[in-house]
């Protein structure tokens, strides 16, 4: 079969995975490496998990490759795959297949397996991942990704809206790759990303939740809700009240979708481009309660009283129906609560950093410090979006940051288990039973340690129970 392009010096598969290409071909079956590996590797990028297509059926494939050694697992064979694995990493190799109508939007009624590869690539998403590649035969590439690459261009295979329609998640995967990428998307694809947007409600939320993942989770929500709009609203619908929502405030020159974004690109910038996973996710958040919240006084100014914790209300919410993990839940929805936490005094006093950071420890046991530096960064990339004249906090915040670090080194006790005493001194130094009177007691320890008033040290701890139960 010839080759659409020389073969590029840039590929260099894993010999696990040539292992299996020349078995197959060794049998008399014809065998191509495909998709993201082919992709990554033309952008010189490191290629991740590679996957197979052949001519082979899937028992054929199975009964070559067990022949010569390689251990195979039957992981979708109504679709022609099976699984090897080769010096313990796994690659998947499928027949070649065309597939048939898709009447729920995601899986396809029927799969047919067919014999030429330009058949099998026709029917996948995007020309960037419909390429094949052969160590002698060199790039197969029937449909321009390479030039699509080049260009930084998002296209879909044939017709964009019959292709989106087909898989209502394409839709999304267009955006994470175009997102991570930095590629534009061709006109009559992002028209397709915008009528096609509405399947997504018939996909499974955890699916949605995966593909967000590779946009929110990878730092990338702040491109996305600017380009595509009607793409996040209908993956994350709790959203779209923001969009075009005027906050009638002084404090305020954008709207709430567009703030969110500036929060969004503030966070990257400020963490140096590696915000953490719950730092992203409650950028996107942080806000989103804020037309529920909303009312406006006499003088026609806004107000969005109580939206902090609505909106970590709504992000749980949602965060749940995409099924991400419990404790990023968690401790993104503590950043949001606490995003508009009064921190001013902090300027002046170390109190009000000991008392944040002691109610996102209660929050989030051990993650008080770190965490509190987290909302230090979503606080400053806040200010940064307001209106230009209230943008002074987000300077201020350093200075609040330098207390926080010296309190940090001070190893302050934060939680009752953090002090220097325990229940059994409060017993023996009291005098009293086990009960609900010692924890009392430790809280009001607490309370003054956090005050600082005490010092976290045993003796003074010691000496002030003495004096408060005599």
Not at 272 to 282: F, I, M, T
Not at 401 to 430: F, H, K, N, P, Y
């Amino acid at each position: 079969m010839p080759c659409t392009q020389p073969q590029p010096t840039s590929f260099e598969p894993p010999a696990y995975a040539l292992r299996v290409l020349e078995a197959l071909e060794a049998a008399g079956h014809e065998a191509w490496i495909v998709g993201g590996w082919v992709r990554d590797c033309l952008r010189g990028m490191p290629g991740h998990d590679i996957d197979v297509c052949t001519s082979a059926l899937w028992q054929q494939t199975e009964e070559v490759l067990l022949a010569a050694g390689v251990e195979v697992h039957q992981t979708g064979t109504q679709h022609g795959t099976v699984t090897a694995v080769v010096e313990g990493k796994p690659v998947e190799v499928t027949t070649y297949r065309v597939e048939g109508t898709y009447s729920d939007l995601r899986h396809p009624d029927e799969v047919r397996f067919v014999r030429d590869v330009r058949e099998d690539l026709g029917r996948r998403d995007f020309t960037i991942n419909a390429m094949a590649w052969h160590p002698t035969r060199g790039l197969l590439d029937p449909y321009g990704g390479r030039d699509d690459l080049a260009a930084g261009i998002i296209r879909c295979v044939g017709d964009p809206h019959a292709r989106l329609s087909e898989d209502a998640l394409r839709v999304l995967r267009a955006v994470r790759f175009a997102s991570r990428m930095g590629f534009d998307v061709e006109p009559a694809t992002e028209a397709a990303l915008v009528d096609c947007a509405d399947g997504l409600a018939a996909v499974a939320s955890e699916r949605i939740g995966i593909e967000l993942c590779g946009i929110v989770g990878e730092g990338y929500a702040g491109r996305a809700l600017m380009a595509w709009p009607e793409v996040m609203c209908a993956a994350v619908p709790e959203l779209a009240a923001m969009r075009g929502f005027d906050q009638r405030s002084p404090y305020h020159e954008f709207d709430v979708w567009e703030h969110t974004a500036r929060v969004c690109w503030g966070a990257e910038a400020f963490c140096g481009g590696v915000a953490s996973e719950e730092l992203r996710w409650a950028a996107l958040f942080h806000d989103m309660a804020k037309p529920q919240c909303a009312s406006v006084d006499a003088n026609g100014r806004g107000h969005f009283f109580g939206h902090p914790e609505q909106s970590a209300q709504l992000a749980a919410k949602a965060m749940r129906r995409l099924a991400l993990p419990t404790d990023l839940v968690r401790r993104t929805c503590c950043l949001v609560r606490l995003h508009d936490y009064e921190l001013r005094g902090a300027v002046r006093s170390a109190r009000a950093v000991r008392r944040l950071v002691a109610r996102i420890e209660a929050t989030v046991p051990g993650e008080g410090w770190r965490l509190a530096h987290e909302l230090v960064c979503l606080m400053r990339a806040d200010a940064l979006a307001k209106a230009r004249r209230f943008t002074g906090w987000a300077v201020e915040l350093d200075r609040v940051e330098a207390v926080m670090r010296r309190e940090r080194q001070a190893s302050l006790a934060l939680s009752v288990r953090e002090l220097a005493v325990g229940g059994r001194d409060v017993i023996e130094t009291c005098g009293i039973e086990p009960g609900p009177q010692v924890g009392v007691i430790l809280d009001w320890l607490l309370e003054r340690v956090l005050e600082g008033e005490l010092a976290n040290r045993r003796e003074v701890l010691l000496d002030a129970l003495g004096s408060y139960c005599r």
